[in-house]
């Protein structure tokens, strides 16, 4: 299964900056995340277990990876697909 | 602070019918939004970052349409259109067939007049579709609005016009007495269609001509309103009201159906029966005082945006998203 980028990419900021909400991802994408639009993606990456979210008391979700994603990154490491979407 | 705006948008989201993953979506959004308007200080920021959250609650729900598109398929709702747009074609071919005019429909007129029945019938059957079944599936009334208002755009901007000039060609048209001084009926060459659609064939902007009956594509309209009102521009224009008032009832119509499907029965028959009336009628609602009235000629066929609008202004209440039980 190949990823789409925008995933591969939150993949990677998730790996190097940790759990983190939908809008530090947009702000550290530098312009490749559009606001809005992640968090269908997430829901998307949510719904495939390659991420979890949990809710705060401000109604916003965090976002960590979770073990599948973790092996997809790796994954895709091996076969170089992350090189066009390092942080 | 959050302003009335974000009140506005909020009211707008809670009442759109979306599932969990939609619902949540919305939420985030509005969470960030809330968030940023707090941390802005001065009247320039906190416009700011108004239009930037405008701008994200218009991309997630353009995301979250998309994303619905994909389940349409799952949720039986075309199939359902599919049966009533044929039932309905067959009914209004038999009428053609069986009413005692003195007249026998050709079969141009049979072939090519089932595009414009199939884009008149297509809100009408969308509406049907979705309110009078799949109350236990979840609807995905927002993808099936942008799916329907993309069909609506081929439809009614492209299909229509060309079957229409189509039909005028294969109709034998032009007299001619040369050669033996007798009329000949001339067949109409190829492009003759278009010849006759963007040449002097003028009407007047109110008078109740068919609105199916349009035979200039979208770009054509345009270089015809760009030519002015002595080439039709106003007709032109008068049809452009028209269209884009279609398409805001093709995007709205499954919202409101998908509201109705959760509404008490009586309010949910009243309602649809209405709507059905309503924008079944839409192509000739310009026709009475329009002569006297340029706002009613061109704001007419927006009477049944109004209606559902108001319509699912009056049901609204934050719309219960069905919950999985596992």
Known sequence: MRLPP????????????????????????????????IYVTLGKMEEKGLVSSSLQADGRRIYELKGLGHRALAAMEIMGDVSGVKP | MTGPL??????????LPVDEAGRRVFDETLADWKREAKRA??????????????????????GVSLREVT?????????????????????????????????????????????PLVA???PVAVLLATALGGRRRTTPSLGLGLSTLLVAVALLGWGVPVTNRAFLEANPGTASTAGSGQIDIVPNPPGAGLAMAMGSRQTKPYLPTPMFGNDLTVPQLVT????????????????????????????LIPVLATLLQRSKLLVRFAVLGTTVLVVGAQGGLAAPFGEFSIVWWLGAYWVPVAWMALCVAATARRFETPKVVV
């Open chain 2, 224 to 251: 015809k309103i760009w030519r002015g009102p002595e080439a039709g521009g106003w007709s032109a224009i008068r049809w452009m009201s028209f269209f884009l008032a279609y398409l805001a009832a093709c995007a």
């Open chain 2, 41 to 62: 200080s001065g009247l320039f920021a906190r416009f700011v970052v108004a239009a930037r959250a405008v701008f994200s609650v218009l991309r997630c729900l353009a």
């Open chain 2, 120 to 122: 008149y019938f297509l």
């Open chain 1, 6 to 37: 925008t995933e591969q990419l939150i993949l990677s900021l998730l790996a190097n900056d940790g759990a983190s909400y939908g809008l530090q991802l947009v702000e550290s994408s530098k312009g490749r995340l559009k606001r809005g639009g």
């Open chain 2, 71 to 115: 389940l349409i398929r799952q949720s039986g709702v075309l199939a359902r259109v599919f049966l009533w747009t044929v039932g309905y074609l067959v009914v209004a071919n038999l009428i053609v067939q069986l009413s005692p005019n003195h007249w026998t429909p050709s079969l141009a007129f049979r072939l090519y007049g089932q595009v």
């Open chain 2, 6 to 15: 974000y009140g506005v948008v909020r009211w707008f989201l809670s009442v």
